[in-house]
């Protein structure tokens, strides 16, 4: 009886857990069955919302395509549809080449030569410039905003009067085709030039080996990326080689050169880019070791003097849109009582008067602050601001 009790405890057991099994079972394949529907209503409306963002995606490019059209599209002006686009600059240099007066025809022919460029924080944040400190070199896009003949870029082409060819100086005056030259008179006047990456602190980009002008516009910068940049085999024309022309024999200091250097670093190195009178000298005489003159100015000195009503006399080339690679006329000069000219660099807001031998001997005399360069109250980089990183 005993035994009989056990087995129908037992398969009562047996019974009930069966049960609670099947319960269990009804009520997990009742929950996957609603989890299942969930899924798959989710997925449903996760394709809806995917296709809806593809289509208002394809909507959003046509309608950019259609604004860009229409904010390029000019009307048509005598059969000639002209067209622009919205760029503006996104920097200014602050340049120790305080003219266009003795700024170097190509980079990195001055080493010593230092610009800052202060970035506009409304356009780019100093987060774009992260990364690029890495790199040694950088090239940069900008306006060639100083050119006398830019009113020519408002005027139809058939009135404009551009000019097809420039003056080369190594050709000694001849003309080439103003795409085979660097000339900044051309029909877009847009500029490209490499620097040296000094250093990047906040919105400013210190640079060296620039030959750039103070307050350049520029449009953007690229680094520079030597395997596909530099070109092995790259073929140049003959007359692109002939420098002898452009350099001079010696560069050498008057012996009042210093104290009058002395005296104007006083009151100009919260301007300077450079940390000492001694380091300025070397960026003279590093721009000055190339002949700085207008093509005029070597060929035919004296005839480009004249009188003008105070009595002091300048340099008058008319021709200025001639010449290449950003040299201009109206490069300073005078007749001294001795008969000798005597030329003028301004840089980094001082005035050097320097003369130049038939032999190509420069001499330079003296230097005073340049009073056709106010700084005023303009907020300036300088040398204090980069002492750490140029160390």
Known sequence: MASSGCSILTLALAAVFSASSAISFFIYRKKWVESDSKVKELQKSLNSALEKCAAERQGRIRAQQALRKAVVAQPKCENSEMTSYPMAPIGIIQSCFSTRNGTPRQPLLVPLARACLVFDSARVPPASLEGLEEYSHCWIIYVFHLNTDLEKLWKHPSKSKFKAKVRVP???GGRMGVFATRSPHRPCPIGLTVAKVEAVQGNMLLLSGVDLVDGTPVLDIKPYVPYCDSIEGAV??????????????????????????????????????????????????????????SLSQRTRPHDTLIKIGNGDTSDNTSDMNDFEDGEASGHGSELAPSGEIIYHLILDGMDFSYKIDCNGNVIVEKVDLSSRIPFGNQKRCNYLMWKDKLM
């Not at 050169?257 to 002395?262: I, T």
């Not at 919260?270 to 380091?279: A, C, F, G, I």
């Open 170 to 172: 190594r050709l000694k």
């Open 236 to 293: 140049i024309p003959n007359w692109v080689m002939v420098d002898s022309m452009l350099s001079v024999a010696s560069v050498s200091f008057s012996d009042d050169f210093p104290s009058s250097l002395l005296d104007c670093w006083k009151a100009a190195a919260k301007n300077s880019l450079y940390s000492s009178p001694d380091e300025l000298k070397s960026l003279v005489k590093q721009v000055l070791s190339w002949d700085i003159r």
